[in-house]
């Protein structure tokens, strides 16, 4: 019994003494573990994760994501169609995500059976810890290796061969890619170099880049060879090494997956930091990334992240298939359709070749449209442009061409409705036909009027004949008559 009261005792005294000891561990706050520093690199992202993202603004358009990038741009490749933009006129630099445009000059001078060769200058120019691929003066290689030295090995002195190649001299070959970049629209953009090597006054933006990108993607060569994970340079005359060089960028040499990459280009400087450009095609949509001033892996993962965005929250739209409401906006002239002769072939209608990018949840009738004839080329059969917009944002646009094909058609029905696209007090006429109906009557009454006049000189000339016999017969017959009287007159 003693023990037993003990063991109680002594059970009370313990619960007591952890109950007390947990009471007074509350009433502490527990200190955290301290947080390891930020590098400077590191601060660096988080400002710029805080950054605006402009098309965020805009209450009609789905949000994208927040990422680390200075600046972004998500463009659909064949309507021109800005789906994400942050700071996307900010003059950074490129890095050599250049090569691109050196690479699309290339290919628009030269064929790719061409012998380029390496000048003391082209090889001497670049640092030797930069991106190479251990060319020397005097060694020569085909264009189409070039390019591929280019854009998988991002070979530096590559570049400055071409260049040299292309222009005659480097500086040569700088004036040709302000040439082109001013052609292909950009307004932000300066090269001094075909590298891209640093210096202070060779800038652009992912805007301009994006344009840059949009034109390198529509070359089928450029394509595959911006899309090679690998490539074997084996020896030749013009250089003696056997070596494979594998492409960084991570979406195409496979360290990281993602369905449809058509090619890119990476680059890197110590002040231009990660800079990424890539083209990816799913479900007939191309799209072009391009994200500037990053940090580590996260170019990559910031562009995965864009393409996700873009493929789930928007759509491409054919506008021949889907405008059924005009052909010139706000005027009743030109409706194609079925009309009172029959099936109708209108003189004017969509091209078949422009469409419209939209948020998922929208519809083409949200659209509003301007025509713009002097966009128009006449030598493509081309009338005028058509540009669509939803809200206040560029979606597509289209072009009205002269056809002789039917594009759209109407029913009439008996409904007390106008069928969409069609207002009611509008009469469809197919105009062709009726012109070459109307001519071809024109032609059977011509063609009457004439017979009936070569028949109706026939006649009068017959007549006239006989008047003429007659006339003749009474002169004949009076001068008888003369002769009958004279002869009386003398007897």
């Given at each position: 019994?003693?023990?037993?009261k003990?063991?109680?005792i002594?059970?009370y ?23 390891k520093?930020?590098?400077e690199?590191e ?15 805009l209450s009609?358009?789905p ?8 600046s972004?741009?998500l ?28 690479c699309?000059i ?5 064929a ?27 060694e020569?290689?085909s ?16 570049a400055?061969?071409?260049?040299e ?23 932000n ?5 075909a ?16 344009l ?8 089928d060569?450029?394509?595959?060879i ?5 490539y ?5 005359a013009g250089q ?9 960028h ?11 990459i058509?090619?890119g280009?990476t ?7 990660q800079?990424?450009?890539t083209g990816?095609e799913?479900?007939?949509?191309r799209?072009?990334?391009?994200v500037?001033?990053?940090e ?23 506008i ?30 969509i ?10 949840m929208?519809h ?13 080329d006449?030598?493509?059969?081309e009338?005028?442009?058509?540009t669509y917009?939803?809200?206040?944002t ?20 008996s ?16 105009i ?5 109906g ?5 032609g ?15 006649k009068?000339?017959?007549?006239e004949?006989?008047?003429?016999k007659?006339?003749r017969?009474d ?14 007159r003398w007897?």
């Amino acid at each position: 019994m003693i023990l037993q009261k003990k063991k109680l005792i002594f059970t009370y005294i313990f619960t007591v003494f952890l109950s007390v000891s947990v009471l007074i561990q509350a009433s502490f706050p527990v200190l955290a573990e301290p947080q390891k520093a930020l590098t400077e690199e590191e601060a660096a992202a988080q400002e710029r994760l805080l950054l605006p993202v402009q098309t965020n603004s805009l209450s009609y358009w789905p949000t994208g994501p927040a990422i680390t990038a200075q600046s972004a741009i998500l463009m659909e490749a064949e309507t021109g169609t800005i789906l994400y933009a942050k700071n996307i006129h900010e003059e950074l630099y490129p890095a050599s995500t250049t090569k691109m445009l050196t690479c699309l000059i290339a290919v628009e001078q030269c064929a790719l059976n061409e012998t380029v060769n390496f000048s003391y200058e082209a090889v001497s120019a670049v640092p030797g810890d930069g991106s190479n691929m251990g060319m020397d003066a005097g060694e020569y290689l085909s264009m189409e290796e070039c390019l591929y030295g280019i854009m998988v090995a991002s070979a530096n002195e590559v570049a400055n061969a071409v260049a040299e190649h292309v222009a005659g001299s480097l500086d040569g070959f700088a004036e040709m890619m302000n040439q082109k970049a001013a052609e292909l629209g950009c307004e932000n953009t300066h090269f001094v170099n075909a590298n891209g090597l640093h210096d202070d006054n060779h800038y652009t933006s992912t805007y301009d880049l994006a344009l840059i990108a949009r034109a390198y993607f529509q070359n089928d060569v450029l394509r595959r060879i911006g899309n090679t994970p690998s490539y074997h340079f084996i020896p030749s005359a013009g250089q003696p090494d056997d070596f494979y060089k594998t492409n960084k960028h991570k979406l195409i040499n496979g360290e990281l997956s993602y369905d449809g990459i058509i090619g890119g280009k990476t680059g890197y400087t110590d002040l231009a930091r990660q800079t990424l450009v890539t083209g990816c095609e799913q479900a007939g949509m191309r799209l072009i990334c391009v994200v500037m001033k990053e940090e580590g892996s996260a170019q990559f993962e910031d562009t995965v992240t864009l393409f996700n965005y873009g493929y789930q929250n928007f759509m491409k739209m054919n506008i021949a298939d889907n405008d059924t409401h005009h052909i010139i906006n706000n005027s009743n002239f030109f409706y194609t359709g079925n009309d009172i002769f029959g099936d109708s072939s209108p003189i004017l209608s969509i091209a078949p070749d422009g469409y419209v990018v939209l948020p998922n949840m929208s519809h083409f009738s949200d659209l509003t449209s301007k025509i713009d004839y002097e966009a128009a080329d006449l030598e493509k059969n081309e009338i005028a442009e058509i540009t669509y917009y939803y809200h206040d944002t560029l979606v597509g646009s289209g072009k009205i061409i002269f056809s002789s094909q039917n594009t759209h058609t109407y029913e009439f029905t008996s409904s007390e409705e106008p069928v969409s696209g069609r207002p009611d007090n509008v009469i469809f006429i197919n105009i062709k036909a009726l012109v070459i109906g109307i001519s071809g009557i024109a032609g059977i009454v011509i063609f009457f009027l004439i017979l009936h006049s070569v028949f109706s000189n026939r006649k009068d000339y017959r007549n006239e004949r006989r008047r003429r016999k007659q006339l003749r017969r009474d002169k004949r017959q009076k001068r008888k008559e003369r002769k009958l009287a004279k002869r009386r007159r003398w007897k």
